[in-house]
Each structure stands twice: as structure tokens, then as C-alpha cells.
């Protein structure tokens, strides 16, 4: 027995600590990883902090800016969005719940007559649902600086798409507002004409006022260079 123990007995002690080894090495190995995750999720934190420049946004023409002058919840969306341009993600997030609020307001409010067309209200609605998604990252604990990036872009994005949809609204009002003053001034009823006939007027009209400022032109005397008379 004596001699048993004597033989087994090194062999055990051998098998304990190869175990021991083994058990160490993972948990030295599972430290080193969950230090490296720990150092990872520090730095993308810590980026969420970073201010990023984003695109600017598309401002409406100075020439239409008092046909929206009353239009006081896009105004406001307007004001509320500019911070949007510049910001670190956690500063998006921590607007993204009033920026929703605001456009929703907007979405809901009484449109100008100029705007109540489908097309515009398709935009509108866009706005909202980036405006939503953006709102919904605040939920996700572990969002990074990408996705937030990423969001305010699409939001900036879908306001511009409002924007230049009132600019080309109102400057096609404006074109065809000159073309039926035209019309009325030579007396024809705009209601039996097509879009065509309308820009056939057009150029019609540019070509008369250049024939009239080229035959006014023609009519101005020389001025005569006295330097140069001979005595």
C-alpha cells in the first residue's frame, strides 16, 4: 500500500498542477480580453463626445423668405435644426426628443396654401420619421458614435429636401405669375392656353425687348472726339 502511494502520489500532485496551469491561463486570458473590451467600449464612449461638422443645410431664397415669414412652426423647426450642423452625437441625442416634438408640430400645423400639394407633404413626412429613428437611438444603451453620426446626416438631409421643395414651389409660382401677367396684358384668356403657348409668349417677349433695346441703341448720336479734329 505503502508502496502504491508512493508511486501515484507524484502523478497526482503532477495532474494538480497542470490544472492549476490550465485554470490560470484562462484566467489570465479572460482578464486580458475583458480589459480590451473594457478599453473598447471607453474609447467609442469617449467618441460619442467628439463634435462632428455635418453638411450644411439648404436655407430658403431671400426673395421667398416672407412667403414662410408666418409660417411660425417651420420657423422654429428651422432655428431648433441649425445645432444640428455641428454637434457630438450626445449632444444629438440629448435634442433628438424636442427636435421630433418640433417637426411633429410642423407636420401638423396649417400649411400655406402655396404648399398644400402632395409632393410636399411627402417630404414633410420623411423629416418626421428620421426625426423619430433619431429619437429612438436614445433607447439603445450600447448606440455608437457612428449610428448617431449617421442619423443627424439622414435628418439634415430630409430637412434640406423641405427646403428646396418651398424654394422650387415658389419660384415655379413666380415664373408663372409673370407669364399670366403677360397674358393678361395682351388679352387672352390664360384658362384656353397650355403650358407651351405660354412659354412661346416668353420668347416672344425677350425677343421684342432686345429689338427694342438694340434699335434705342442705334438711335444714340455719336459723340464726337475733339482731340482729335484736325485745326
Request: charged share 25%.
Amino acid at each position: 500500500m505503502l508502496l502504491l502511494k508512493c508511486v501515484f502520489l507524484p502523478l497526482y500532485f503532477k495532474d494538480v498542477k497542470q490544472l492549476i496551469y490550465i485554470f490560470l491561463s484562462i484566467l489570465i486570458f479572460s482578464c486580458a480580453n475583458k480589459r480590451k473590451d473594457v478599453s473598447s467600449n471607453f474609447q467609442d464612449r469617449s467618441k460619442l463626445s467628439i463634435v462632428v461638422a455635418h453638411d450644411s443645410l439648404e436655407n430658403i431664397y431671400p426673395t421667398f423668405e416672407k412667403e414662410v415669414a408666418n409660417w411660425q412652426e417651420f420657423k422654429t423647426v428651422g432655428s431648433f435644426i441649425q445645432k444640428f450642423q455641428k454637434v457630438s452625437p450626445n449632444e444629438a441625442l440629448s435634442n433628438a426628443l424636442e427636435l421630433r416634438d418640433l417637426v411633429m408640430s410642423l407636420k401638423d400645423s396649417l400649411t400655406p396654401q402655396n404648399f398644400e400639394i402632395p409632393s410636399f407633404h411627402a417630404r414633410v413626412n420623411v423629416l418626421y420619421n428620421e426625426t423619430l429613428r433619431l429619437a429612438d437611438l436614445t433607447l439603445i444603451p450600447a448606440i455608437t458614435y457612428e449610428d448617431v453620426n449617421l442619423q443627424v446626416d439622414k435628418t439634415l438631409v430630409a430637412f434640406s429636401s423641405v427646403t428646396s421643395k418651398i424654394n422650387s414651389i415658389l419660384s415655379k409660382k413666380r415664373f408663372e405669375d409673370a407669364v399670366e401677367v403677360r397674358i393678361d396684358a395682351i388679352g387672352i384668356d390664360p384658362s384656353k392656353m397650355d403650358s407651351i403657348s405660354k412659354k412661346t409668349i416668353q420668347s416672344k417677349d425677350k425677343k421684342r425687348l432686345l429689338k427694342r433695346q438694340k434699335s434705342t441703341s442705334s438711335k444714340v448720336p455719336k459723340l464726337i472726339n475733339f482731340d482729335n479734329k484736325k485745326t
